[in-house]
C-alpha cells in the first residue's frame, strides 16, 4: 500500500509539472506571438546612404606669370590739334577759283582760293605809273639844280633860284618814295587775292562756292585747315598721383599711350610735354598734355580718349588675369589651385588692376595656378576641375558677358 500510494503522488506532482509547464509555453507563445504581430506592424527603418562627395567646380586657370611689367597712371583726355586756322579773306572780292577738296591733305602755302585780281592789279599798274611820272620829274629837278648851280657860281642865276630847284628836287623825291609804298601796298593787296594755307594740315568742309563776294569781315571764313600732325591730348589725373608724376618725370620723358573710348585699341604711342603748373580745384585733378606723331592720323580733334602715363616698369613683378581678382569683405582676393585639386581664396594686394592685367605686390608666387573663370560657385576648399580647348572658352565667354569690365 505504502508503495502504491507512494507512486500515486510521484505521477500526480509529474502532472501538475507539466500543466504548469505548458501554462508556462503557452503564455510564451502568446507574448511571442505579440511582439511578433507589433514589429510586423511597425515600418522598417530606411537605410541611410553614406554622404556622397560634392562633384568638382569646373574653372579656367592660368599660372601666376614673373617678368617686366608696365606701370600705369590711367586718365580720359581729349584730342586738340596743334594748330587750328580759319581761313579768312584779307580783301574783298569775288571768289573765280576753289583750288581744294574738303578733306583734303594740304601744304603751307597751297592755293585754296583764287579772289578775282583784275581790281587789284590795276591798283599796281596805277601806282607803277604814278612812281614812273614822279621818277622823271625827280630827275629834271635835280638836273635844273645842278645846271642852276653852275649858273649861280658864274652870277647868272640867283640863289633864289637855287633854292627852288633843291625844294623841287627834295619834293620829287619824297613823291617817288610815296609811289614805292603805294606800289608795295598794292603789291601786297594782289597778292592776297590768293588766298593760301598758312599751315600743313587737312581742310574741313567749304564755306563759299565760285562767285560768292568774300569779305574780310566775314565772321565764318572760307574753310578750316587743322594740323594733325604732330597733334596733344589734353587729360587729367588725380592730384594725389602729383608726387608720382614729379618723381617720373625727373628720370627722363614719360610715354603715354592713348586708347580707343573702348580701351581696346591702341591708337597711338607719344611723350609727355606739359605737367600743368596748377590744381584743378573744383575736381582735384592735374592736367597735363602729351604730344603724339598721329602718322595714321588715328587721333582726330576733338575725340575722347583713354590714356595710360607710364610711371616705371618693374622687373620680377608677379601679374595675373585681371578677371582673377575677386572683392569680398576683406579686400580683394584670389582663388589658388592647390596641389590636392581643391582651392583656397588667397588675399592679395593689388598694384594696379587694368582690364586685362592686374600686377600685385604681395599674396602670390609665381607659377601657382590661379583661377581666372568660374568664381561664382566656387568657396574655400572646393575641388575643381581645370578646362582647357573650347571648353574653357566657352566658360570665359559665358562670364563675359555676364561681367561688365571697366
Known amino acids: 500500500m505504502s508503495t502504491f500510494a507512494s507512486n500515486q503522488n ?3 506532482v509529474l502532472i501538475r509539472l507539466r500543466t504548469v509547464l505548458a501554462s508556462l509555453l503557452l503564455v510564451a507563445a502568446v507574448i511571442g506571438g505579440g511582439a511578433y504581430a507589433l514589429t510586423s506592424a511597425q515600418p522598417k527603418a530606411q537605410a541611410v546612404p553614406a554622404p556622397a562627395s560634392a562633384p568638382s567646380v569646373p574653372v579656367v586657370a592660368e599660372p601666376v606669370r614673373s617678368g617686366e611689367v608696365p606701370i600705369y597712371l590711367r586718365g ?4 586738340q590739334a596743334y594748330n587750328t586756322d580759319t581761313i579768312r579773306a584779307q580783301v574783298q572780292g569775288q571768289i573765280t577759283q576753289i583750288a581744294f577738296k574738303e578733306g583734303q591733305t594740304v601744304h603751307a602755302g597751297d592755293l ?5 585780281p583784275r581790281p587789284f592789279q ?3 599798274d596805277q601806282a607803277i605809273a604814278n612812281r614812273e611820272r614822279d621818277q622823271a620829274q625827280f630827275v629834271n629837278a635835280q638836273a635844273n639844280l645842278q645846271r642852276d648851280s653852275q649858273l649861280l657860281a658864274h652870277g647868272y642865276a640867283t640863289p633864289q633860284t637855287v633854292d627852288l630847284d633843291k625844294a623841287n628836287t627834295g619834293q620829287f623825291t619824297a613823291a617817288v618814295k610815296a609811289d614805292e609804298a603805294a606800289i608795295e601796298y598794292a603789291q601786297t593787296q594782289l597778292a592776297y587775292t590768293r588766298i593760301t594755307s598758312p599751315i600743313d594740315g587737312v581742310t574741313g568742309i567749304r564755306l563759299i562756292d565760285v562767285g560768292n563776294i568774300v569779305h574780310p569781315t566775314d565772321p565764318n571764313g572760307l574753310v578750316m585747315v587743322t594740323q594733325l600732325q604732330p597733334i596733344s591730348v589734353i587729360f587729367t589725373l588725380p592730384e594725389t598721383s602729383l608726387p608720382q608724376i614729379q618723381q617720373a618725370m625727373a628720370k627722363g620723358a614719360l610715354t603715354v599711350l592713348a586708347y580707343s573710348e ?4 591702341q591708337l597711338d604711342q607719344g611723350k609727355l610735354a606739359v605737367l600743368d603748373n596748377q590744381i584743378v580745384q573744383t575736381s582735384g585733378s592735374v592736367k597735363l598734355k602729351a604730344d603724339f606723331p598721329n602718322p595714321q592720323h588715328r587721333l582726330w580733334p576733338g575725340e575722347l580718349v583713354n590714356v595710360r602715363l607710364l610711371i616705371e616698369t618693374r622687373q620680377n613683378a608677379l601679374s595675373v588675369a585681371a578677371t582673377a581678382v575677386q572683392q ?4 580683394s582676393y584670389v582663388y589658388v589651385i592647390k596641389p590636392d585639386g581643391t582651392v583656397e581664396n588667397r588675399a592679395v594686394k593689388v598694384a594696379q588692376l587694368g582690364a586685362r592685367v ?7 608666387q609665381a607659377n601657382e595656378q590661379a583661377v581666372i573663370s568660374g568664381q561664382s560657385r566656387l568657396q574655400p576648399g572646393s575641388s575643381v576641375t581645370v578646362l ?3 571648353a574653357a572658352q566657352a566658360l570665359l565667354n559665358q562670364d563675359a558677358q555676364q561681367t561688365v569690365i571697366p
Not at 112 to 116: F, G, T
Open 262 to 265: 573702348d580701351n581696346k585699341t
Open 388 to 390: 582647357h580647348g573650347q
Open 76 to 79: 580720359i583726355g581729349t584730342v
Open 358 to 364: 592686374a600686377v600685385i605686390d604681395s599674396g602670390l
Open 10 to 12: 510521484r505521477e500526480g
Open 112 to 116: 585754296l582760293a583764287q579772289i578775282d
Open 328 to 331: 569680398g569683405p576683406q579686400g
Open 122 to 124: 590795276a591798283q599796281l
